[in-house]
Every structure is written in C-alpha cells, then in structure tokens.
C-alpha cells in the first residue's frame, strides 16, 4: 500500500503543465470501530497558481461547502477541529508534495460518511474538491452466505474484516467450527484503491443434523482489546417422504389442544407448523408438537405441517373448529335521516355456531329472523313514527349479545290544533304549540303594529318552552293595544315556526271563555263607571285648588269639559308620571287591564274619556286608581298607610 503512494506521489511531481484542481481519494473506504483508519490522498492545481506562503489544507466532514458550517476534520493551520475529532485526527501526507492523506484514530459509528478536502494556497487560490471518500464504520465482520445450502454438497462461508489501520492488523477465527465435519480454512488479503481487506473461508460438507446450527467468525487485533464477532444460523435442505397429523377437532373457546406432527424422512428434515400461511413453529426433528392454549375463535382454521428442503415439500393438514357464543354485534353508528328517507341498518357478529339475528325496536319485533352472522333491515319511507332505538340481538347455543343504535328522523314543523288565543284577565293570552326536527323556533306576528314578538323582543311577556321535539311558544297582549284593524274587540295574531326543513304561518283564533266574556262586559260597564266617578272627583279638587291656590290663568273647569285636554295638561306638568292602574273586581271575578304610557310619547298617546260620560251612573263595585310618582300638594298626604302613593275611592 505505501509504495503504491510513493509512486503516485513520484507521478505528481512529474506534473503536466495543464493540471488543473484535481484530487484523488478511494471513494469507499471501511474500518472497525474504536480502531483507525488511514484515508490516502493526492491533489493538484493548476500549474500557474504560485503557493501564497505555503500549502494549506482542511478536511470537511459531511458537504464540501464552509458557508454552511460543516464540522472541521483537520486545519493546516490551526489546531481548532469539531469536538468529536479532537485528538483524533493528523495529516500524514506533505501538503507540499501534493499529499493529504488523513489519519483519523478511535473511530465511533458516529464518524461514518463522506469526508472532503480543501486546499488554500493563499489568496483567492482556495479550492475544495468536489470528490469524496465515503467512510463504512463496522461493529462486526461481514460474512457472505450463500443463498442455499443443500445438505451434503460443499460449502463455503468467507468471513471479511477491513485492513486500514497501519498501526494494527485484524486476525480472524472461526466460532463452533469444531462440530462441523473436516472442516478447511484459507485466508486471503485483498487491495484496491489503497484500501485492504482481510478474509477467511470456511469450506465443509453440510449434513442434515448442522440445520440450525450457529457459525461465526471473530475479527481480533492483536495487542488490543478489540473484538468483533458476528453469527448465522445453518439452514440445510433435504427432502422428507411423509407427514401424519392429528384428525380433525372441535373445541370450546378458551380450552387447549395439541397437535401432533411426525416426518418420515430421510436425512432429517425442517418440520414446520403453519396457520392460515403463517409459520408458528420449526423444528428440526422427526417429529414436532404445537400446544395451543386459551383458545380463541381466531385461531379456527386450517393448521398445516410441511416438511420442506431444496428438492421438494411435502405437508399434511387438519382443521380446528373453535365453538364460541355470539360476540357482541356490529351495527350502524346512530342515523340521522330525514322524513320520507329511506335507511339501511346493518348487524354483524361473530358465533359457532353462526347466531340467529332479530331486529327490534323499542322492544317489538321488526323485520325477519336470520340465521346467519350478517342481516340487513331496511326501513322505507321513514316517518317520525320511526324515530327511536333499534336492537339487533345475536343468539346461539353457547349464548347471546346485543348492541343498539338510535334512528332520528328530522322533519319539518308542523303546527298544532292547540295553538289558540284566549281571552285571560290580564287580557289576552298567545299559545303556539308546533312539532318538528330539530326543534322549531317560534315566532309572533302582529300585523296591524307591523311587529314580530320572539326572545329578542322585551316589550312583551314573551316565553318558549321546548320538550323533546315539541316547541311552546306563548306571548300575553293588552286587548286596548293590540285589537284587531277594525277597531272591533278581535286580535290579529299570526304564529311562524320554523326549521331547516321549512315553516309554517297561521292565524291564531280567538277562543273567549265564559268567565272571561263576563268579565270584560261587566269589567268595562265598571270601568266606564270608575272613569265617570274620577272625573268628577278630579273637579271637584280642581275648584278646591283653584280657590285655594287663587293661581291666575287657570282655567281648570275648562279643562275638566274636556278630559282628554286635562290628561294632556297632567302629562306635561307630571313628567314623573309612569302608569295608572285600573283595577275593578265584579262578580267575584278579578279583571285587570295595565295602560302603559311613556312620558315620552305624543299627546295622541291618550285615549279621551269624555265618550264614556254616558255610563256614569253604572254601579260602581270597587275601585282603585293609582297615581305613580305624583306629588302631593302643600299640606295634604298622597301616601296611603302602607306608604304607597295612590288614593281609594270607595262606592258600596
């Protein structure tokens, strides 16, 4: 190996003029690990470049390019290298002769890969050599194995081990080759490209009892403490001439078997156990057992026994039939389909014997019984009637299971006979009751105001309720704002419900009670009555005022012949002024009508009283007239015993 470098480093000083950046390293190299290795090296530039202050040189590890940073081998120059070569690495060659072999010592698996040169002759005169020598760390010797061996032919094994290192030299032994019948050993070196391998070949006549026999070769430095060994396993070939296994068996789930195997051959053969293709036990003997224990349904099948070699196979089988109750059906994840849809639900199991299949659903029998592991129930033109959950259940001899699923079907709202309005006392009372799926949402209309009332709107007693799929919607209205277009005593209110699926309007009809009815005649002759009587009483204070108070300008028996003016005047001077409640109590039973005015609002806003004179004498039960937030004038107390502000006038 070193004349060959002292003669190519002769040829480089004979260099041709037209040289230009070349260099020389073998492109594979190998070496074992914790030992060195040399990587030989020669380089060339052009013959016009003069050295700037010598020949300089760096090995890269990994890429050639120093813009990225690769890990600095070995630096001419400096002593700075990457941490996992320091000590490791020297130049063994002249730079000035155009030599950079490199020797890197303790080499680790994590020294493997390509290693490139760069040459610096100073000044622009830098180069780095796109060519690479690739570096194989070993931690064992390579051994070639023919692809068969048949018994009783020759063989040979060759065990390899790398020789790159000059400061050591690799010696090779053979592992257990004193069981094998004369066996013969032969050496050889081989060089190229200035890298050395060391082999050794072993050469034996293989018989039928070395199948499964372990061979190795061990790679030893002297004087050292390295060593590195690698196994094999002897696979000899030859024919058998007939196999017997047990008959066929039927067992219960979770109980043991064993079955029997036994080879008529000559040598002996590989006995193998195979299960639906897959080998579960080798053995080389005349006979092999395979024991099976806790059995499982999936161990049901066919159990093949082969003997087998290079010449031919030969194999024999038997089935083993595993009894198990119904497993635990597949079926359908829960569906959700829409009405009129049709759906397919699927039930599949496991048994042996194979389990009758029955569909249920919420515990009736649907469909058709099947005797097999696989039924299919089809369901046609799904109404909401079909809504709700269905069982596939699995029987056999040994047992039964069962698994669920939910059909849904989803359908548009449809409005109930329920949705009415009635007459109540707080004046009238919303109902809109409607089906669907998903649940509907509801709304309420009222054209005449041009006004939809749901959760959102806060003006009106507005409430919803949602049961199951079924949807509550309910708003309570004063009969004086919201009457019918015609001014008559109707309401005008239309219900809307609605899904993805679609909606639905109606117009809610009035259903007036008999209670109520009465109610209203007899609570607005009574009404009437009390406005009468107030107005009066209103008089009456307003001359005490006026003659009190003496205040000029007022004119408030002017006011009084005109009620509505009066109303106009206490909402202008009283902006405190928020509600007048009204509440009379006739023939036991209770009427209340709340009028809500805004202090905001316009004049308008106030009904006139004046075109209820004429039912002033009607009898007056009870009354109650409130006066929020008014003050009371100097002198006198508005306040009633209990502190609340109103004044209570009595007619029995």
Same mark, same amino acid.
């Given at each position: 190996?070193?004349?060959?470098?002292?003669?190519?480093?002769?040829?480089?000083?004979?260099?041709?003029?037209?040289?230009? /950046?070349?260099?020389?390293?073998?492109?594979?190299?190998?070496?074992?690990?914790?030992?060195?290795?040399?990587?030989?090296? $020669?380089?060339?530039?052009?013959?016009?470049?003069?050295?700037?202050?010598?020949?300089?040189?760096?090995?890269?590890?990994?890429? +050639?390019? &120093?813009?990225?940073? +690769?890990?600095?081998?070995?630096?001419?120059? !400096?002593?700075?290298?990457?941490?996992?070569?320091?000590?490791?690495?020297?130049?063994?060659? *002249?730079?000035?002769?155009?030599?950079?072999?490199?020797?890197?010592?303790?080499?680790?698996?994590?020294?493997?890969?390509?290693?490139?040169?760069?040459? *610096?002759?100073?000044?622009?005169?830098?180069? $780095?050599?796109? *060519?690479?020598?690739?570096l194989k760390v070993l931690d064992q010797p390579n051994i070639d194995v023919p692809e068969e061996i048949v018994s009783n032919e020759n063989l040979e094994l060759t065990c390899y081990a790398p020789d790159n290192c000059p400061d050591v030299s690799p010696e090779i032994t053979w592992l257990y080759a004193e069981y094998l019948p004369d066996p013969q050993f032969v050496s050889d070196y081989l060089e190229e490209s200035n890298t050395a391998v060391l082999s050794s070949t072993l050469a034996f006549v293989p018989r039928p009892m070395h199948n499964g026999m372990m061979l190795g070769c061990r790679v030893h430095f002297p004087n050292t403490t390295f060593a590195y060994e690698r196994l094999i396993t002897l696979d000899v070939k030859y024919p058998p001439r007939s196999v017997w296994v047990?008959?066929?068996?039927?067992?219960?789930?979770?109980?043991? %078997?064993?079955?029997?195997?036994? #080879?008529?051959?000559?040598?002996? &053969?590989?006995?193998?156990?195979?299960?639906?293709?897959?080998?579960?036990?080798?053995?080389?003997?005349?006979?092999?057992?395979?024991?099976?224990?806790?059995?499982?349904?999936?161990?049901?099948?066919?159990? !093949?026994? %082969?003997?087998?070699?290079?010449?031919? @196979?030969?194999?024999?089988?038997?089935?083993?039939?595993?009894?198990? &109750?119904?497993?635990?059906?597949?079926?359908?994840?829960?569906?959700?389909?829409?009405?009129?849809?049709?759906?397919?639900?699927?039930?599949? @199991?496991?048994?042996? &014997? +194979?389990? $009758?299949? @029955? /569909?249920?659903?919420?515990?009736?029998?649907?469909?058709?019984?099947?005797?097999?592991?696989?039924? %299919?129930?089809?369901?046609?033109?799904?109404?909401?009637?079909?809504?709700?959950?269905?069982?596939?259940l699995a029987e056999n001899e040994h047992g039964r299971a069962s698994s669920s699923l939910n059909v849904t079907v989803e359908f548009a709202p449809v409005l109930l006979e329920e949705s009415k309005c009635t007459v109540v006392r707080e004046g009238v009372q919303c109902v809109c009751i409607a089906s669907g799926n998903p649940e509907p949402t509801v709304e309420f209309h009222l054209p005449d105001l041009n006004l939809t009332v749901n959760e959102s709107e806060k003006r009106f007693s507005f409430y919803a309720h949602t049961d199951g799929h079924t949807t509550t919607g309910m708003i309570k209205l004063r009969e004086k704002a919201h009457q019918g277009g015609d001014g008559g005593a109707g309401v005008n209110v239309h219900c809307s #419900?609605?899904?993805?699926?679609?909606?639905d309007t109606v117009r809610l009809e009035l259903q007036q009670e008999k209670k109520y009815m009465m109610a209203v005649i007899v609570g607005t002759i009574g009404g009437v009555a009390v406005i009468a009587f107030i107005i009066a009483a209103v008089r009456y204070v307003g001359r005490n005022n006026k003659k009190e108070n003496g205040i000029p300008g007022q004119d408030l028996g002017s006011k009084l012949e005109n009620p509505s003016l009066f109303y106009s005047a206490v909402k202008k001077d009283k902006q405190s002024l928020r509600k007048k409640v009204l509440k009379t109590e006739l023939l036991g039973s209770k009427f209340s009508s709340i009028l809500e005015e805004s202090s905001t609002g316009e004049d308008g806003d106030y009904q006139p009283v004046s075109a209820m004179a004429a039912l002033e004498r009607q009898e007056l039960n009870y009354a109650a007239l409130e006066f929020m937030g008014v003050r009371p004038r100097d002198g006198a107390s508005a306040q009633g015993d209990d502190g609340s502000d109103y004044t209570e006038i009595k007619a029995k």
């Open positions: 190996m070193w004349c060959l470098q002292l003669l190519l480093s002769l040829l480089m000083i004979i260099k041709d003029v037209s040289s230009q /950046w070349n260099v020389w390293m073998p492109r594979d190299i190998s070496t074992m690990t914790n030992s060195c290795v040399v990587i030989p090296c $020669t380089f060339m530039y052009p013959s016009g470049v003069r050295p700037y202050r010598g020949v300089h040189g760096i090995w890269y590890f990994g890429q +050639p390019y &120093p813009q990225f940073f +690769p890990p600095v081998v070995f630096k001419s120059r !400096t002593d700075i290298v990457h941490e996992s070569y320091k000590g490791r690495t020297r130049l063994l060659g *002249d730079l000035a002769q155009r030599n950079c072999t490199l020797r890197i010592g303790s080499v680790g698996t994590e020294h493997a890969g390509r290693y490139y040169f760069r040459a *610096d002759l100073g000044g622009a005169n830098i180069f $780095t050599y796109p *060519d690479f020598s690739e047990n008959v066929t068996q039927e067992v219960m789930e979770e109980s043991s %078997v064993t079955l029997f195997c036994e #080879v008529d051959s000559n040598p002996v &053969p590989r006995v193998s156990w195979l299960f639906e293709g897959e080998v579960l036990l080798t053995e080389t003997a005349l006979n092999a057992t395979l024991v099976l224990e806790g059995l499982d349904p999936s161990q049901e099948g066919l159990y !093949t026994c %082969v003997g087998d070699n290079g010449y031919g @196979t030969m194999n024999s089988s038997m089935y083993l039939a595993v009894k198990f &109750p119904p497993r635990e059906p597949w079926v359908n994840s829960s569906q959700t389909v829409l009405e009129g849809s049709s759906l397919s639900l699927y039930c599949t @199991t496991q048994g042996n &014997p +194979p389990p $009758t299949l @029955t /569909w249920l659903k919420d515990g009736v029998l649907v469909g058709t019984i099947t005797a097999e592991e696989e039924s %299919v129930l089809e369901l046609e033109e799904l109404t909401p009637q079909s809504d709700g959950v269905y069982r596939c #419900v609605s899904n993805v699926y679609g909606s």
